[in-house]
């Protein structure tokens, strides 16, 4: 069985976050990069899948992203995957969805697969479309926000448990298909030290948009970023006090419509 | 800190500190509290390689260097200093004896139950007469047969109580002062051993710190390490390996009593100003963390040099002096900067500050560390000055 895992570099959730002065990004220095949360769910996921499933299945990590994300590739073999693809060209921006499932979707494809696993979104910009449009683009069903997988014994199909708002929701899906991640799917496993020296010697395929067959930039973006801004600074928060409640909520509602003017 | 560090150093430094801080962080209070470690703990760091990290593979370990070993010493002891000292001296003292002047028989029955976390080292050295002393120790073991025949008593043996494998330095020859010593790698369930005073410490709670009482203990005479009289220089040798990892336990001590510094000097306010604010408050973290980069890179240079199979005795012994004594003015400051609350158990620092104080005295107290450089550094003029 081919597993193929999608990895995305992201800044570090604790890390603060600035945009540059020009509006057009982050401030990047001295950000620490790490695994995309959401993804190392998938990359535990898929060796769990590949250990269940004996010899000749094998964990391919897919990851398009710049030359440092090569560590953080290193690292998902330090766990265990068996080998990688580094989509990495110089034209690839933080390309817009459309862009960047098209390049993974040719990658996957070169590469062969019966299953894919992903991070439900990207902790940077949450987008959480990608996935999606890459099942489409592969003509694959997509079940997202997984917190409990099962492969049925013919590898054919498979259940996933799917955690939506109010309760879980059960699917059965065909195979291949993408399955996106969901915190609570299980407990990723460390990067043991033997591990980390195994994964010296495990193969990362880099590969530019040529060497994928594309004449510069694939796929039509459909959205563009105009701007980045700042999240307002908050206001701080003022207490309402009284002795009796009455006399508070007339306060409240003077401020709720003088002040704030929202009544 | 911007070291330049390898991306596989980075990554077992990640594992360490990820580790440290999602399983053990949780554990470590109570654990000084009940006065030991969940075996668990040690389960799990040898799953990762942690417990034998500079075994070979061939045994079972990782094969990695001293350098790697004290990345994670670090991170786990900036987190439980406790669990720093366990595993640097399982792997510094124990592991490297039993590879270094182990037979292979003793190789193979030992090493990879070691490097796999089942079974703890220990390294009984100190006895109530021979502290910085060592030659003055008394225990006997006479060959009789096939076995030598041990009599004595070893205090202040960290983790003894929970070892399977200790290494226990004895007489075996009594007119001898320094090269009448040998070195025996003991069993807990050997005949003639038993645990004695089971001590109640200031700091490293989590740590068990034990006697043990040899009566006529029977040791098979191939558990013996390197030749007779070899003990004193095993000894001696084991030492520079295992200074450098308690100054990269104190380096731990002192890293998170600076974050810990840090974080609640920014959020306590008096006089309408951030504790973080006040110029004596900057001044000490000034120094603080100056001292404790100055003891990291002391470490770090001690440690290459050992990997490159270096001598490195002088280097040891600076990396330790300075580390601990760092770790100890850390909290220090840490604590005055914390103010009254630092002085509850409701912060980490109160535990750093009492796990700190026994850096300054184990594996060579600062008066030992001091002979050691002093020597190396006056050989080194002696050896360029006319007579």
């Known amino acids: 069985m081919k597993i193929i895992v999608l990895l995305k570099r992201v800044p570090d959730t604790e890390a603060k976050i600035l945009i540059n002065q020009e509006g057009t990004g982050i401030k990047d220095d001295g950000i620490k990069y790490v695994i995309n949360t959401y993804d190392e769910y998938a990359v535990e996921e898929g060796l769990r899948l590949r250990d269940k499933a004996g010899t000749g299945s094998t964990v391919t990590v897919v990851c398009m992203g710049p030359e440092e994300a090569a560590e953080l590739i290193r690292t998902a073999l330090a766990m265990g995957a068996d080998n990688a693809v580094h989509v990495c060209d110089k034209a690839l921006d933080r390309p817009d969805p459309f862009v960047a499932a098209t390049v993974l979707a040719k990658a996957i494809k070169d590469q062969g697969f019966d299953i894919i696993f992903c991070g439900k979104q990207a902790i940077d910009d949450d987008m959480g479309q990608v996935h999606s449009i890459l099942a489409d ?5 997509q079940v997202n926000v997984a917190i409990e997988f099962e492969m049925a014994a013919d590898t054919k199909r498979s259940t996933v448990r799917r955690r939506i708002e109010g309760g879980d929701e059960k699917v059965e899906t065909s195979l291949p298909a993408v399955i996106s991640c969901e915190k609570g799917l299980n407990e990723p496993r460390y990067a043991s030290l033997p591990g980390i020296m195994k994964a010296k010697k495990k193969e990362i395929r880099k590969k530019t948009l040529a060497d994928l067959g594309f004449t510069g930039i694939p796929g039509e973006a459909r959205s563009s970023v105009v701007r980045w801004v700042p999240l307002p600074k908050s206001s701080g928060c003022t207490q309402v006090r009284a002795e009796e409640t009455r006399d508070a909520v007339k306060e409240l509602v003077r401020l709720l419509r003088e002040e704030a003017k929202i009544i | 800190m911007k070291y330049p560090l390898t991306e596989e150093e ?13 399983e053990l962080a949780p554990l470590a209070v109570e654990a000084n509290e009940k006065g030991f470690l969940p075996e668990a703990v040690f389960k799990g760091l040898g799953e990762l390689g942690f417990m034998g990290i500079t075994v070979p593979e061939e045994y079972g370990g990782v094969g990695l260097g001293n350098f790697c070993l004290i990345i994670a010493l670090e991170e786990i002891s900036a987190v439980c200093a406790s669990t720093g000292v366990t595993l640097s001296v399982h792997n510094s003292l124990t592991n490297w004896c039993i590879l270094k002047y182990g037979s292979e028989k003793l190789r193979r029955h030992f090493l990879p139950r070691l490097a796999s976390g089942e079974m703890l080292g ?18 006997s073991a006479v060959r009789k ?13 960290s983790t003894g109580d929970k070892a399977g494998a200790i290494i226990v330095f004895g007489r075996t020859d009594p007119n001898n002062r320094t090269k009448g010593i040998s070195a025996f790698v003991v069993e807990p369930s050997f005949e003639g051993f038993s645990i004695g005073k089971v001590e109640k410490k200031m700091g490293l709670k989590a740590s068990t710190t034990v006697e043990l009482v040899f009566e006529d203990c029977r040791v098979p005479a191939e558990n013996l390490l390197g030749t007779e009289g070899m003990g004193m220089r095993i000894a001696l040798a084991g030492l520079d390996g295992g200074r450098i990892g308690i100054a990269a336990q104190s380096l731990g001590i002192a890293q998170a009593a600076l974050d810990e510094t840090v974080r609640f000097t920014r959020e306590r306010k008096q006089f309408a100003t951030r504790i ?9 973290i000034a120094d603080m963390a100056t001292a404790v980069e100055a003891a990291r890179l002391l470490t770090y240079r001690a440690a290459k040099l050992r990997d490159a199979g270096e001598p490195c005795i002088k280097e040891a012994a600076m990396a330790k002096l300075f580390a601990s004594r760092t770790a100890n003015r850390v909290v220090y400051d840490a604590l005055q900067l914390h103010g009254g609350v630092g002085y509850t158990e409701e912060f980490l620092v109160e535990r750093l500050y009492r796990d700190a104080r026994a850096t300054e005295l184990y594996e060579g107290t600062s008066e030992i560390q001091r002979l050691v450089i002093s020597k190396a550094v006056i050989e080194d003029y002696e050896r360029m000055m006319p007579d």
Not at chain 2, 145 to 157: H, M, R, S, T, V
Request: glycine share 6%.
């Open chain 2, 122 to 139: 220990a390294y009984a050295i100190t006895e109530s007469e021979a502290g910085s002393d060592i030659a003055a120790m008394r225990l």
């Open chain 2, 145 to 157: 047969g096939d076995e030598y025949i041990l009599n004595g008593a070893k205090i202040f043996i």
């Open chain 2, 10 to 22: 980075r990554m077992i430094q990640k594992t360490a500190r990820d580790f440290a801080r999602k």
């Open chain 1, 137 to 141: 683009m592969l003509d694959i069903p």
């Open chain 2, 276 to 284: 973080i604010d006040f110029q004596s408050s900057r001044w000490k």
